[in-house]
């Protein structure tokens, strides 16, 4: 069965929707609405995507809802300030759900369709975390990623660190794999 029918492919399915609308929706108020239920939807299926602890649950449930409540005010607000917070947040959800759908990839058992789109998902997960940090490092020490600052307020900026976070990731496993 090449389409599984489990929470990982749901979580896959989002992540890639994510990637290929993003460029499109970050230009108004509109645009950057949805782009915000989307990445919604994404935190809060990476939450409930693998099985896990009460505590682990109420860990990634509740960072997913702070980032969710960052985010929804950041946009409303229009600050870079909460947009930190956001960004702390959404790199905290983000990697505690990676961690828990590596360890349900790990587990032993058969491979089935939704361990394989749960690695896919968490190699995106990962490429937007390391997105987060970038976003965080830019804003942090201006500059870092070029000869100018970065300003997260241009559509385009954050896809742009998005694009560097998956080709870094791409190319150290490239160059990691060939002799």
């Known amino acids: 069965m090449v389409i599984g029918l489990g929470p990982c492919t749901y979580l896959l399915l989002l992540l890639l929707a994510l990637i290929l609308l993003f460029p499109f929706l970050e230009e108004g108020i509109f645009a950057r609405t ?7 939807i994404v935190l809060l299926v990476g939450a409930f995507a693998t099985r896990q602890t ?9 960072l997913a809802l702070l980032g969710v409540g960052f985010q929804w005010a950041a946009l409303w607000a229009e600050s870079i300030a909460i947009l930190e917070l956001a960004a702390i947040a959404y790199a905290a959800s983000l990697a505690v759900s990676f961690s828990a759908v ?21 190699y995106i997960m990962l490429a937007f975390v390391w997105s987060f940090v970038y976003a965080l490092v830019e804003i942090a020490s201006a500059g870092s990623f070029g000869p100018s600052h970065l300003d997260f307020a241009q559509p385009g900026t ?3 660190l998005i694009y560097f976070s998956l080709t870094t990731l791409t190319t150290t496993v490239t160059v990691m794999l060939s002799p």
């Open 158 to 160: 954050f896809f742009k």
């Open 102 to 122: 590596l360890r349900y990839i790990l587990k032993r058992g058969p491979i089935t369709a939704d361990k394989l789109h749960g690695a896919l998902a968490g």
């Open 34 to 40: 949805l782009l915000g239920i989307l990445f919604s």
């Open 54 to 62: 009460r505590w682990g649950f109420i860990l990634k449930l509740g």
